[in-house]
């Protein structure tokens, strides 16, 4: 099993560009979900998934897209990148129990 | 999180020496996890709390949840150069939480040799 996969491991985009992060599971998790980490505000909940076709918004959704077109892939697009989106981004898988997490994609906006 | 709250925000301590975190909710907590992350790396699980009063170990940390005062406290005895990372407190603040843990700011522990 590889777990949690995320790409690219580090993006550097200018203002106005449009990325996706991508992210796969191969653990048949239902629940998905995508973080930011930043400095002194420890993890915030963008957008999570609770199965194919379904999506909600987390915490700071403004400025970010998802879909979830099959169990295994959560991708995450943000739209027209702004400076305040510089940050970490992690996806999550949750099993029955624990929410793994995969390696993060660190993303510069300049 | 507001919802989430961990002290200290930093420690350091000396090799050997004990050291505790908490994590303290402002609402009911329906699980209670305790992560690990290594500087630019992910999130690693140590350990999950689901009932009041439960404790649990791994080697040399121990977490434990105290329902009433909905509060968590993760516990390192005589901690190691290779203790020293951030640990993040993760919690269901929600009977149905799905994937929407809340988590606090982290705290970032350094251990000296």
């Known amino acids: 099993n590889a777990g949690v996969t995320q790409t690219p491991k580090f993006q550097v985009l200018k203002t106005g560009q449009s990325m996706t992060l991508q992210c796969a599971q191969d653990m048949n998790h239902e629940y998905m979900s995508w973080y930011r980490q930043d400095p002194g505000m420890g993890l915030r909940l963008i957008h999570y998934s609770v199965g194919a076709g379904i999506t909600d918004q987390g915490e700071v959704p403004n400025g970010y897209n998802v879909s979830r077109s099959t169990t295994e892939d959560f991708p995450l697009r943000l739209l027209s990148a702004a400076p305040s989106q510089t940050s970490v981004y992690f996806c999550?898988?949750?099993?029955?129990?624990?929410?793994?997490f995969g390696p993060g994609t660190r993303l510069l906006v300049l | 999180s507001q919802e989430l709250e961990q002290s200290p925000q930093s420690l350091i301590v000396q090799e050997g020496k004990n050291l505790t975190i908490n994590c303290t909710s402002s609402k009911t907590l329906y699980g209670l996890y305790w992560y690990k992350q290594k500087y630019g790396e992910g999130l690693i699980f140590l350990m999950m709390?689901?009932?009041?009063?439960e404790e649990k170990s791994h080697e040399k940390i121990t977490a434990k949840l105290d329902e009433k005062k909905q509060q968590s406290s993760l516990h390192i005895t005589a901690s190691q150069p290779s203790h020293a990372g951030i640990y993040l407190c993760?919690?269901?603040?929600?009977?149905?939480?799905?994937?929407?843990?809340?988590f606090g700011e982290g705290t970032q522990l350094t251990v000296n040799p």
């Open positions: 993760g919690a269901d603040l929600r009977r149905t939480s799905g994937s929407r843990l809340t």
């Open positions: 999550a898988s949750r099993g029955p129990l624990i929410q793994y």
């Open positions: 709390l689901q009932k009041g009063g």
